[in-house]
């Protein structure tokens, strides 16, 4: 090589995406996390009232509606307690999880001027955007409080399992969210497609009604839909009557946990195209 020239290196800097490396910078941007989740909750709440009552109304209609047309026109069975505390105690759950799929689908589309321009873990976006929907859990879960008092119904000492249920469907929906986020970016159809998963879901999940309308050979399939597990256990947890079916609630949970693990293994396969696409 001649004095006057000047040898040139392409230097080509990858991330580390081992496991252990990928959760130490989820907590480095921890902060991040934090911001993103404020600021929506602000963006939700502040200075409106019918975001605080959209959260009391919507659920408090749909119980209405299902108590009706299920409880007093089909009269299927209620398990021994009021019909709207049997819908109630299902809405819970399955709007926590329809809202927390919905709003982490569309968050990667929504924060994309960030994401084009500085780099930090794409998970954080995604999992924030659910801390909204916990929030509006929290005060439908008041609600459904006042309705236990109206009926005179005390809940049994299995409400305490309740945050595990919870869990159960977090992992649900941030698995789903995860997945439709990450396909959301680069095909854009999927934005309708997550609108009809939810009305789909609300009709086969048990919501206006209980599992145990299901034949007893179909519960273990039936119980492939991951939030039959968890609205039965909410069930439980709040009415105290009957028994969580055990081989069904493995098949939910399992779901749920395959749904989570699989979930962040796309999305951190597909993340470091999602600027191009985006």
């Known amino acids: ?18 496991a252990s490396a990928f959760v130490k910078e989820l907590i480095r941007y921890r902060e991040l996390f934090y911001f993103l989740a404020w600021r929506d909750i602000l963006v939700r709440y502040k200075q409106t009232v019918i ?5 009391v109304v919507r659920p408090f209609l749909t119980m209405l509606v299902f ?41 990667l589309i929504a924060e994309s001027r960030l994401i084009s321009k500085v780099y930090f873990p ?42 595990f249920f ?22 854009r159809d999927f934005r309708y497609i997550v609108p009809f998963l939810v009305q789909f879901g609300l009709y086969v999940s048990p919501v206006g009604f209980s599992s145990s309308v299901v034949p007893e050979r179909w519960r273990a399939l ?24 055990l081989p069904g609630f493995a098949v939910s949970a399992a779901v749920s946990v395959l749904l989570f693990w699989s979930g962040i293994k796309f999305f951190r396969r597909t993340e470091r195209f999602f600027a191009d696409f985006i």
């Open 166 to 187: 919870f869990l159960l469907a977090t992992l649900a929906a941030l698995g789903m969210g995860f997945w439709l986020s990450a396909l959301n970016v680069k095909y």
């Open 222 to 245: 039936y119980s492939l839909n991951p939030m039959v597990g968890v609205i039965d256990g909410f069930r439980w947890c709040v009415q105290g009557t009957g028994s969580v079916y």
């Open 51 to 55: 975001g605080i009552a959209w959260s």
């Open 67 to 107: 108590s009706v047309v299920f409880g007093r026109l089909a009269k299927l069975p209620n398990e021994g307690v009021p019909y709207p505390i049997l819908v109630f105690s299902a809405l819970l759950p399955w709007q926590y999880f329809a809202n927390a799929m919905q709003e982490s689908s569309n968050s």
């Open 122 to 163: 794409r998970l954080i976006v995604p999992t924030s955007s659910v801390i909204v929907s916990a929030v509006d859990f929290l005060i439908s879960l008041v609600l459904l409080g006042i309705l236990m008092l109206w009926y005179g119904f005390v809940p049994s000492g299995s409400i305490v399992f309740m945050p």
């Open 1 to 18: 090589m001649r004095d006057n020239e000047v040898e040139h290196f392409d230097l080509i800097i990858e991330p580390n995406r081992t």
